[in-house]
T-cell receptor
């Protein structure tokens, strides 16, 4: 069964600190892996998309990594800001998109 | 270039009524996807449509739910005889071409509440 599991479920950090979110997947056939940011009451917005051959990809203060052998990905957020408070969703493409439940990040001052 | 638009943003229906959710894809996009997000859960795929065609409806409940994407106008997700369990956020996404390798752009969602 295609599954995407994310950890932690929720996280609270202080503004300016770094954090790393984890994603494990069992999805086949694998096409690509995406990280989305979903603000409360909004639709998801794409942060990164990585194919099988890519190990790391950055988008500003967001850096995603992918280990296709262990089927793990991480999203590292550097120098967090209050506006980073959101749900971060790991999505793996098989024949269709398979969504994780998300990690709720709260950045406080 | 306007993004994906959905309306209404909030919809309240009594049990047994019909709910109609509309989605206008980004300009130039002819592929539309509908997803449902239950509280505390991830998005779940419902249906994938191209203009006038349903390509994949494997995520749609067999009864009461239907979707269309006519040649002119927005895509419509229709839920007949709504029940409390239909309360959720419904998101539409669009892409310029076929396949999961293409970026999907999401709308702001319609939050359906069934009372």
């Amino acid at each position: 069964k295609n599954q995407v599991e994310q950890s932690p479920q929720s996280l609270i950090i202080l503004e300016g600190k770094n954090c790393t979110l984890q994603c494990n997947y069992t999805v086949s056939p694998f096409s690509n892996l995406r990280w989305y940011k979903q603000d409360t009451g909004r639709g998801p917005v794409s942060l990164t998309i990585m194919t099988f051959s890519e190990n790391t990809k950055s988008n500003g203060r967001y850096t995603a990594t992918l280990d296709a052998d262990t089927k793990q990905s991480s999203l590292h957020i550097t120098a967090s800001q209050l506006s980073d408070s959101a749900s971060y969703i790991c999505v793996v493409s098989a024949n269709k998109l398979v969504f994780g439940a998300g990690t709720i990040l709260r950045v406080k001052s | 270039n306007a993004g994906v638009m959905q309306n209404p943003r909030h919809l309240v229906r009594r049990r047994g009524q019909e709910a109609r959710l509309r989605c206008s894809p980004m300009k130039g996009h002819s592929h539309v996807y509908w997803y449902r997000q239950l509280p505390e859960e991830g998005l779940k795929f419902m249906v994938y449509l191209q203009k006038e065609n349903i390509i994949d409806e494997s995520g749609m409940p067999k009864e009461r739910f239907s979707a269309e994407f006519p040649k002119e106008g927005p895509s419509i997700l229709r839920i007949q005889q709504v029940v409390r369990g239909d309360s959720a956020a419904y998101f539409c996404a669009s892409s310029p071409s076929q396949g999961v390798t293409y970026e999907q752009y999401f709308g702001p969602g319609t939050r359906l509440t069934v009372t």
